[in-house]
């Protein structure tokens, strides 16, 4: 455990994580936490509770190290400016936002541009509406695979999905994979689909003839 405030300060400089060797008073002072952050964001795991509460410097550890903000304060999670930037440099550390931050449309299609599979993250809420869902398909076609139950046998949103990516027609539900109609769609635009739809549309002469044209 190191007390001495010069030799954490230069040691920290060097490598952030050696603030876990610092004694509490040192992780709690603003000048040492800061330069730690700014060598390694994950040292902030070290930090005491009340500069895991700061924004400065939960802002200076995500610049390096998005999923710093694991260890950032609840109150931290829930403050839309920090969590925006977190996510605009990783997508997935959507999951590490307050559940009120996680229901925001605009933090969650930021998520979105970052990473398609941030929106597993992303409320029940907003993935069972139709209105956002289709905001987010509209970047990441891959939204439809962690959209409920009931979008996924929407048909308007299946159409918008395989028509911006066929292969994630395989999320559809079951009815749309025995919808003719849609069926027929994503096989004129990647006959390879052929695999994710029902039996029933397998044996479908019309279909057939499609898939291997």
Known sequence: MFDNYEEILKKVKQYGLFLEDASFE???NYNIVMEAVK????SLRYASEKLKNNEDIVSEAIKSRPSALFY??????NNKD?????VNNDGLVLEYASDNLKN???IVLEAVKNNGNSFKYASFKIRNNKKTIMKAINIRSICLKYASDKIKNDKDVVI???RGCPYYFKYASDNMKDNYEIVLEAIKMDESVIKYVSENMKDNYEIILESVK
């Not at 060598?39 to 994950?42: E, F, K, P, R, V």
């Not at 950032?72 to 999670?77: F, G, L, M, N, Y």
């Open 39 to 42: 060598n390694h964001g994950l």
């Open 104 to 106: 925001d449309l605009d």
């Open 160 to 162: 918008k999905t395989i």
């Open 26 to 28: 040192l992780r709690n």
């Open 72 to 77: 950032a304060s609840d109150e931290i999670k």
């Open 82 to 86: 920090i969590v925006m930037k977190a």
